[in-house]
């Protein structure tokens, strides 16, 4: 796509995007918006008001949610949801206001399909979970053709069928920051994983692999459940340790200089951010085949379906060939590559509220 767009990127709320990103949504929401910059088109942010100074922000609520609500307690509640859906309603009034060419939806917001749908307004939804009931029920109803969605791995398509029977629906790969991740040929003896820590994402199971495998596993990561860590952290003893809640830079150098990364997600994965960052460090990647683990790492890894099979590939890799990994992050997951997806997108949204409009003054000539 040659033309300059003025993008609205609305993100997801509950927490900030700000490093120490606390996951993948919110280091992707931030690569999105420089890497869309560098494009050379003109984005703002739609985030909470403690995201990054840096980026082109406009604040729909003085703080993300899990300040004022935390998830582990307000989940499923109606106070929750009415909170989210009166931030979201000012940043829809907000961009109705700014003439945007198109929209980037990266919130888990269902009344923002109805109101795209409504108002004749481009977007692209980028689907970073499984289907769940509120907004599987808006995707499945909102069926203007300028609403485009996108999910973020192959594994993800057949999950989302019955409610998208339409082309409307693409494959769009999260991106990295391959300059931050930085390629390192050097590989040390220690393993790594990284992320948050809780139940889906595997700690434990990271743990017991790597003590019957005999290697020393660093843990990184933001503690989201303590209850979760007070059971797991006994297990961090011995060769393993805790490293604490890394920033993106420190986070990069341990990529670097580990012997691989473990990757332990305990429900499908519907991408695995940590792993290609990995691969572009020249690092291989050891992880449970769940979700799209195993389309994100390829060759570059190995991947088990137990506790007992990790062990046993964290034995595997090391002759896996550190350039290769950085070479297929490059190809695959580089941060323009992932905009020219997302551009595909756009331009299709864009042309099908284009088509609608002129077909309609047609009806009415």
């Not at 922000?57 to 509640?77: G, N, Q, S």
């Not at 683990?293 to 890799?317: K, N, P």
Request: proline share 6%; glycine share 6%.
């Amino acid at each position: 796509m040659t033309a300059r767009l003025r993008v609205a990127v609305v993100a997801h709320l509950r927490h900030p995007i700000a490093e120490p990103f606390m996951g993948g949504m919110e280091a992707h929401a931030a690569l999105l918006v420089r890497a869309l910059q560098a494009a050379g088109h003109h984005v703002t942010l739609f985030a909470s008001g403690d995201s990054a100074a840096d980026l082109p922000l406009h604040p729909i609520t003085p703080c993300a949610y899990e300040t004022v609500m935390p998830w582990a307690l307000w989940h499923m509640r109606p106070e929750l949801s009415d909170w989210l859906d009166t931030a979201y309603a000012k940043a829809w009034t907000a961009i109705r206001a700014g003439r945007f060419d198109v929209v980037h939806n990266n919130s888990l917001s269902a009344p923002i399909h109805d109101w795209a749908a409504r108002d004749g307004v481009p977007m692209v939804t980028s689907l970073h979970v499984p289907p769940f009931a509120r907004l599987r029920d808006a995707v499945e109803r909102t069926t203007a053709p300028w609403l485009r969605l996108t999910v973020t791995s192959e594994s993800q398509l057949p999950l989302w069928n019955d409610a998208v029977t339409d082309d409307r629906i693409a494959v769009a790969h999260n991106g990295i920051d391959l300059d931050r991740f930085a390629f390192s040929a050097k590989r040390g003896d220690r393993a790594l994983w990284c992320g948050r820590i809780t139940p889906t994402k595997g700690t434990r199971e990271a743990l017991m692999a790597a003590t019957a495998a005999g290697i020393g596993l660093d843990v990184a990561g933001p503690i989201d459940c303590a209850d979760y860590f007070a059971d797991v952290s006994p297990l961090i003893a011995g060769p393993h340790r805790y490293l604490g809640h890394l920033s993106g830079a420190a986070l990069a150098a341990q990529m670097r200089s580990a012997a691989m990364l473990v990757c332990t997600p305990c429900w499908d994965e519907p991408f695995g951010l940590v792993a290609a960052e990995a691969l572009a460090c020249g690092t291989p990647v050891v992880a449970l085949d769940r979700g799209a683990l195993r389309e994100v790492i390829g060759d570059c890894g190995a991947v088990a379906t137990s506790v007992e099979g990790l062990a046993e590939a964290l034995q595997t890799v090391g002759a896996i060939d550190p350039l290769a990994c950085r070479a297929r992050a490059e190809t695959m997951f580089g941060a323009p590559a992932m905009v020219a997806r997302y551009e595909e997108s756009y331009a299709a949204a864009i042309a099908a509220r284009s088509s609608s409009t002129a077909m309609t003054r047609a009806v009415l000539a």
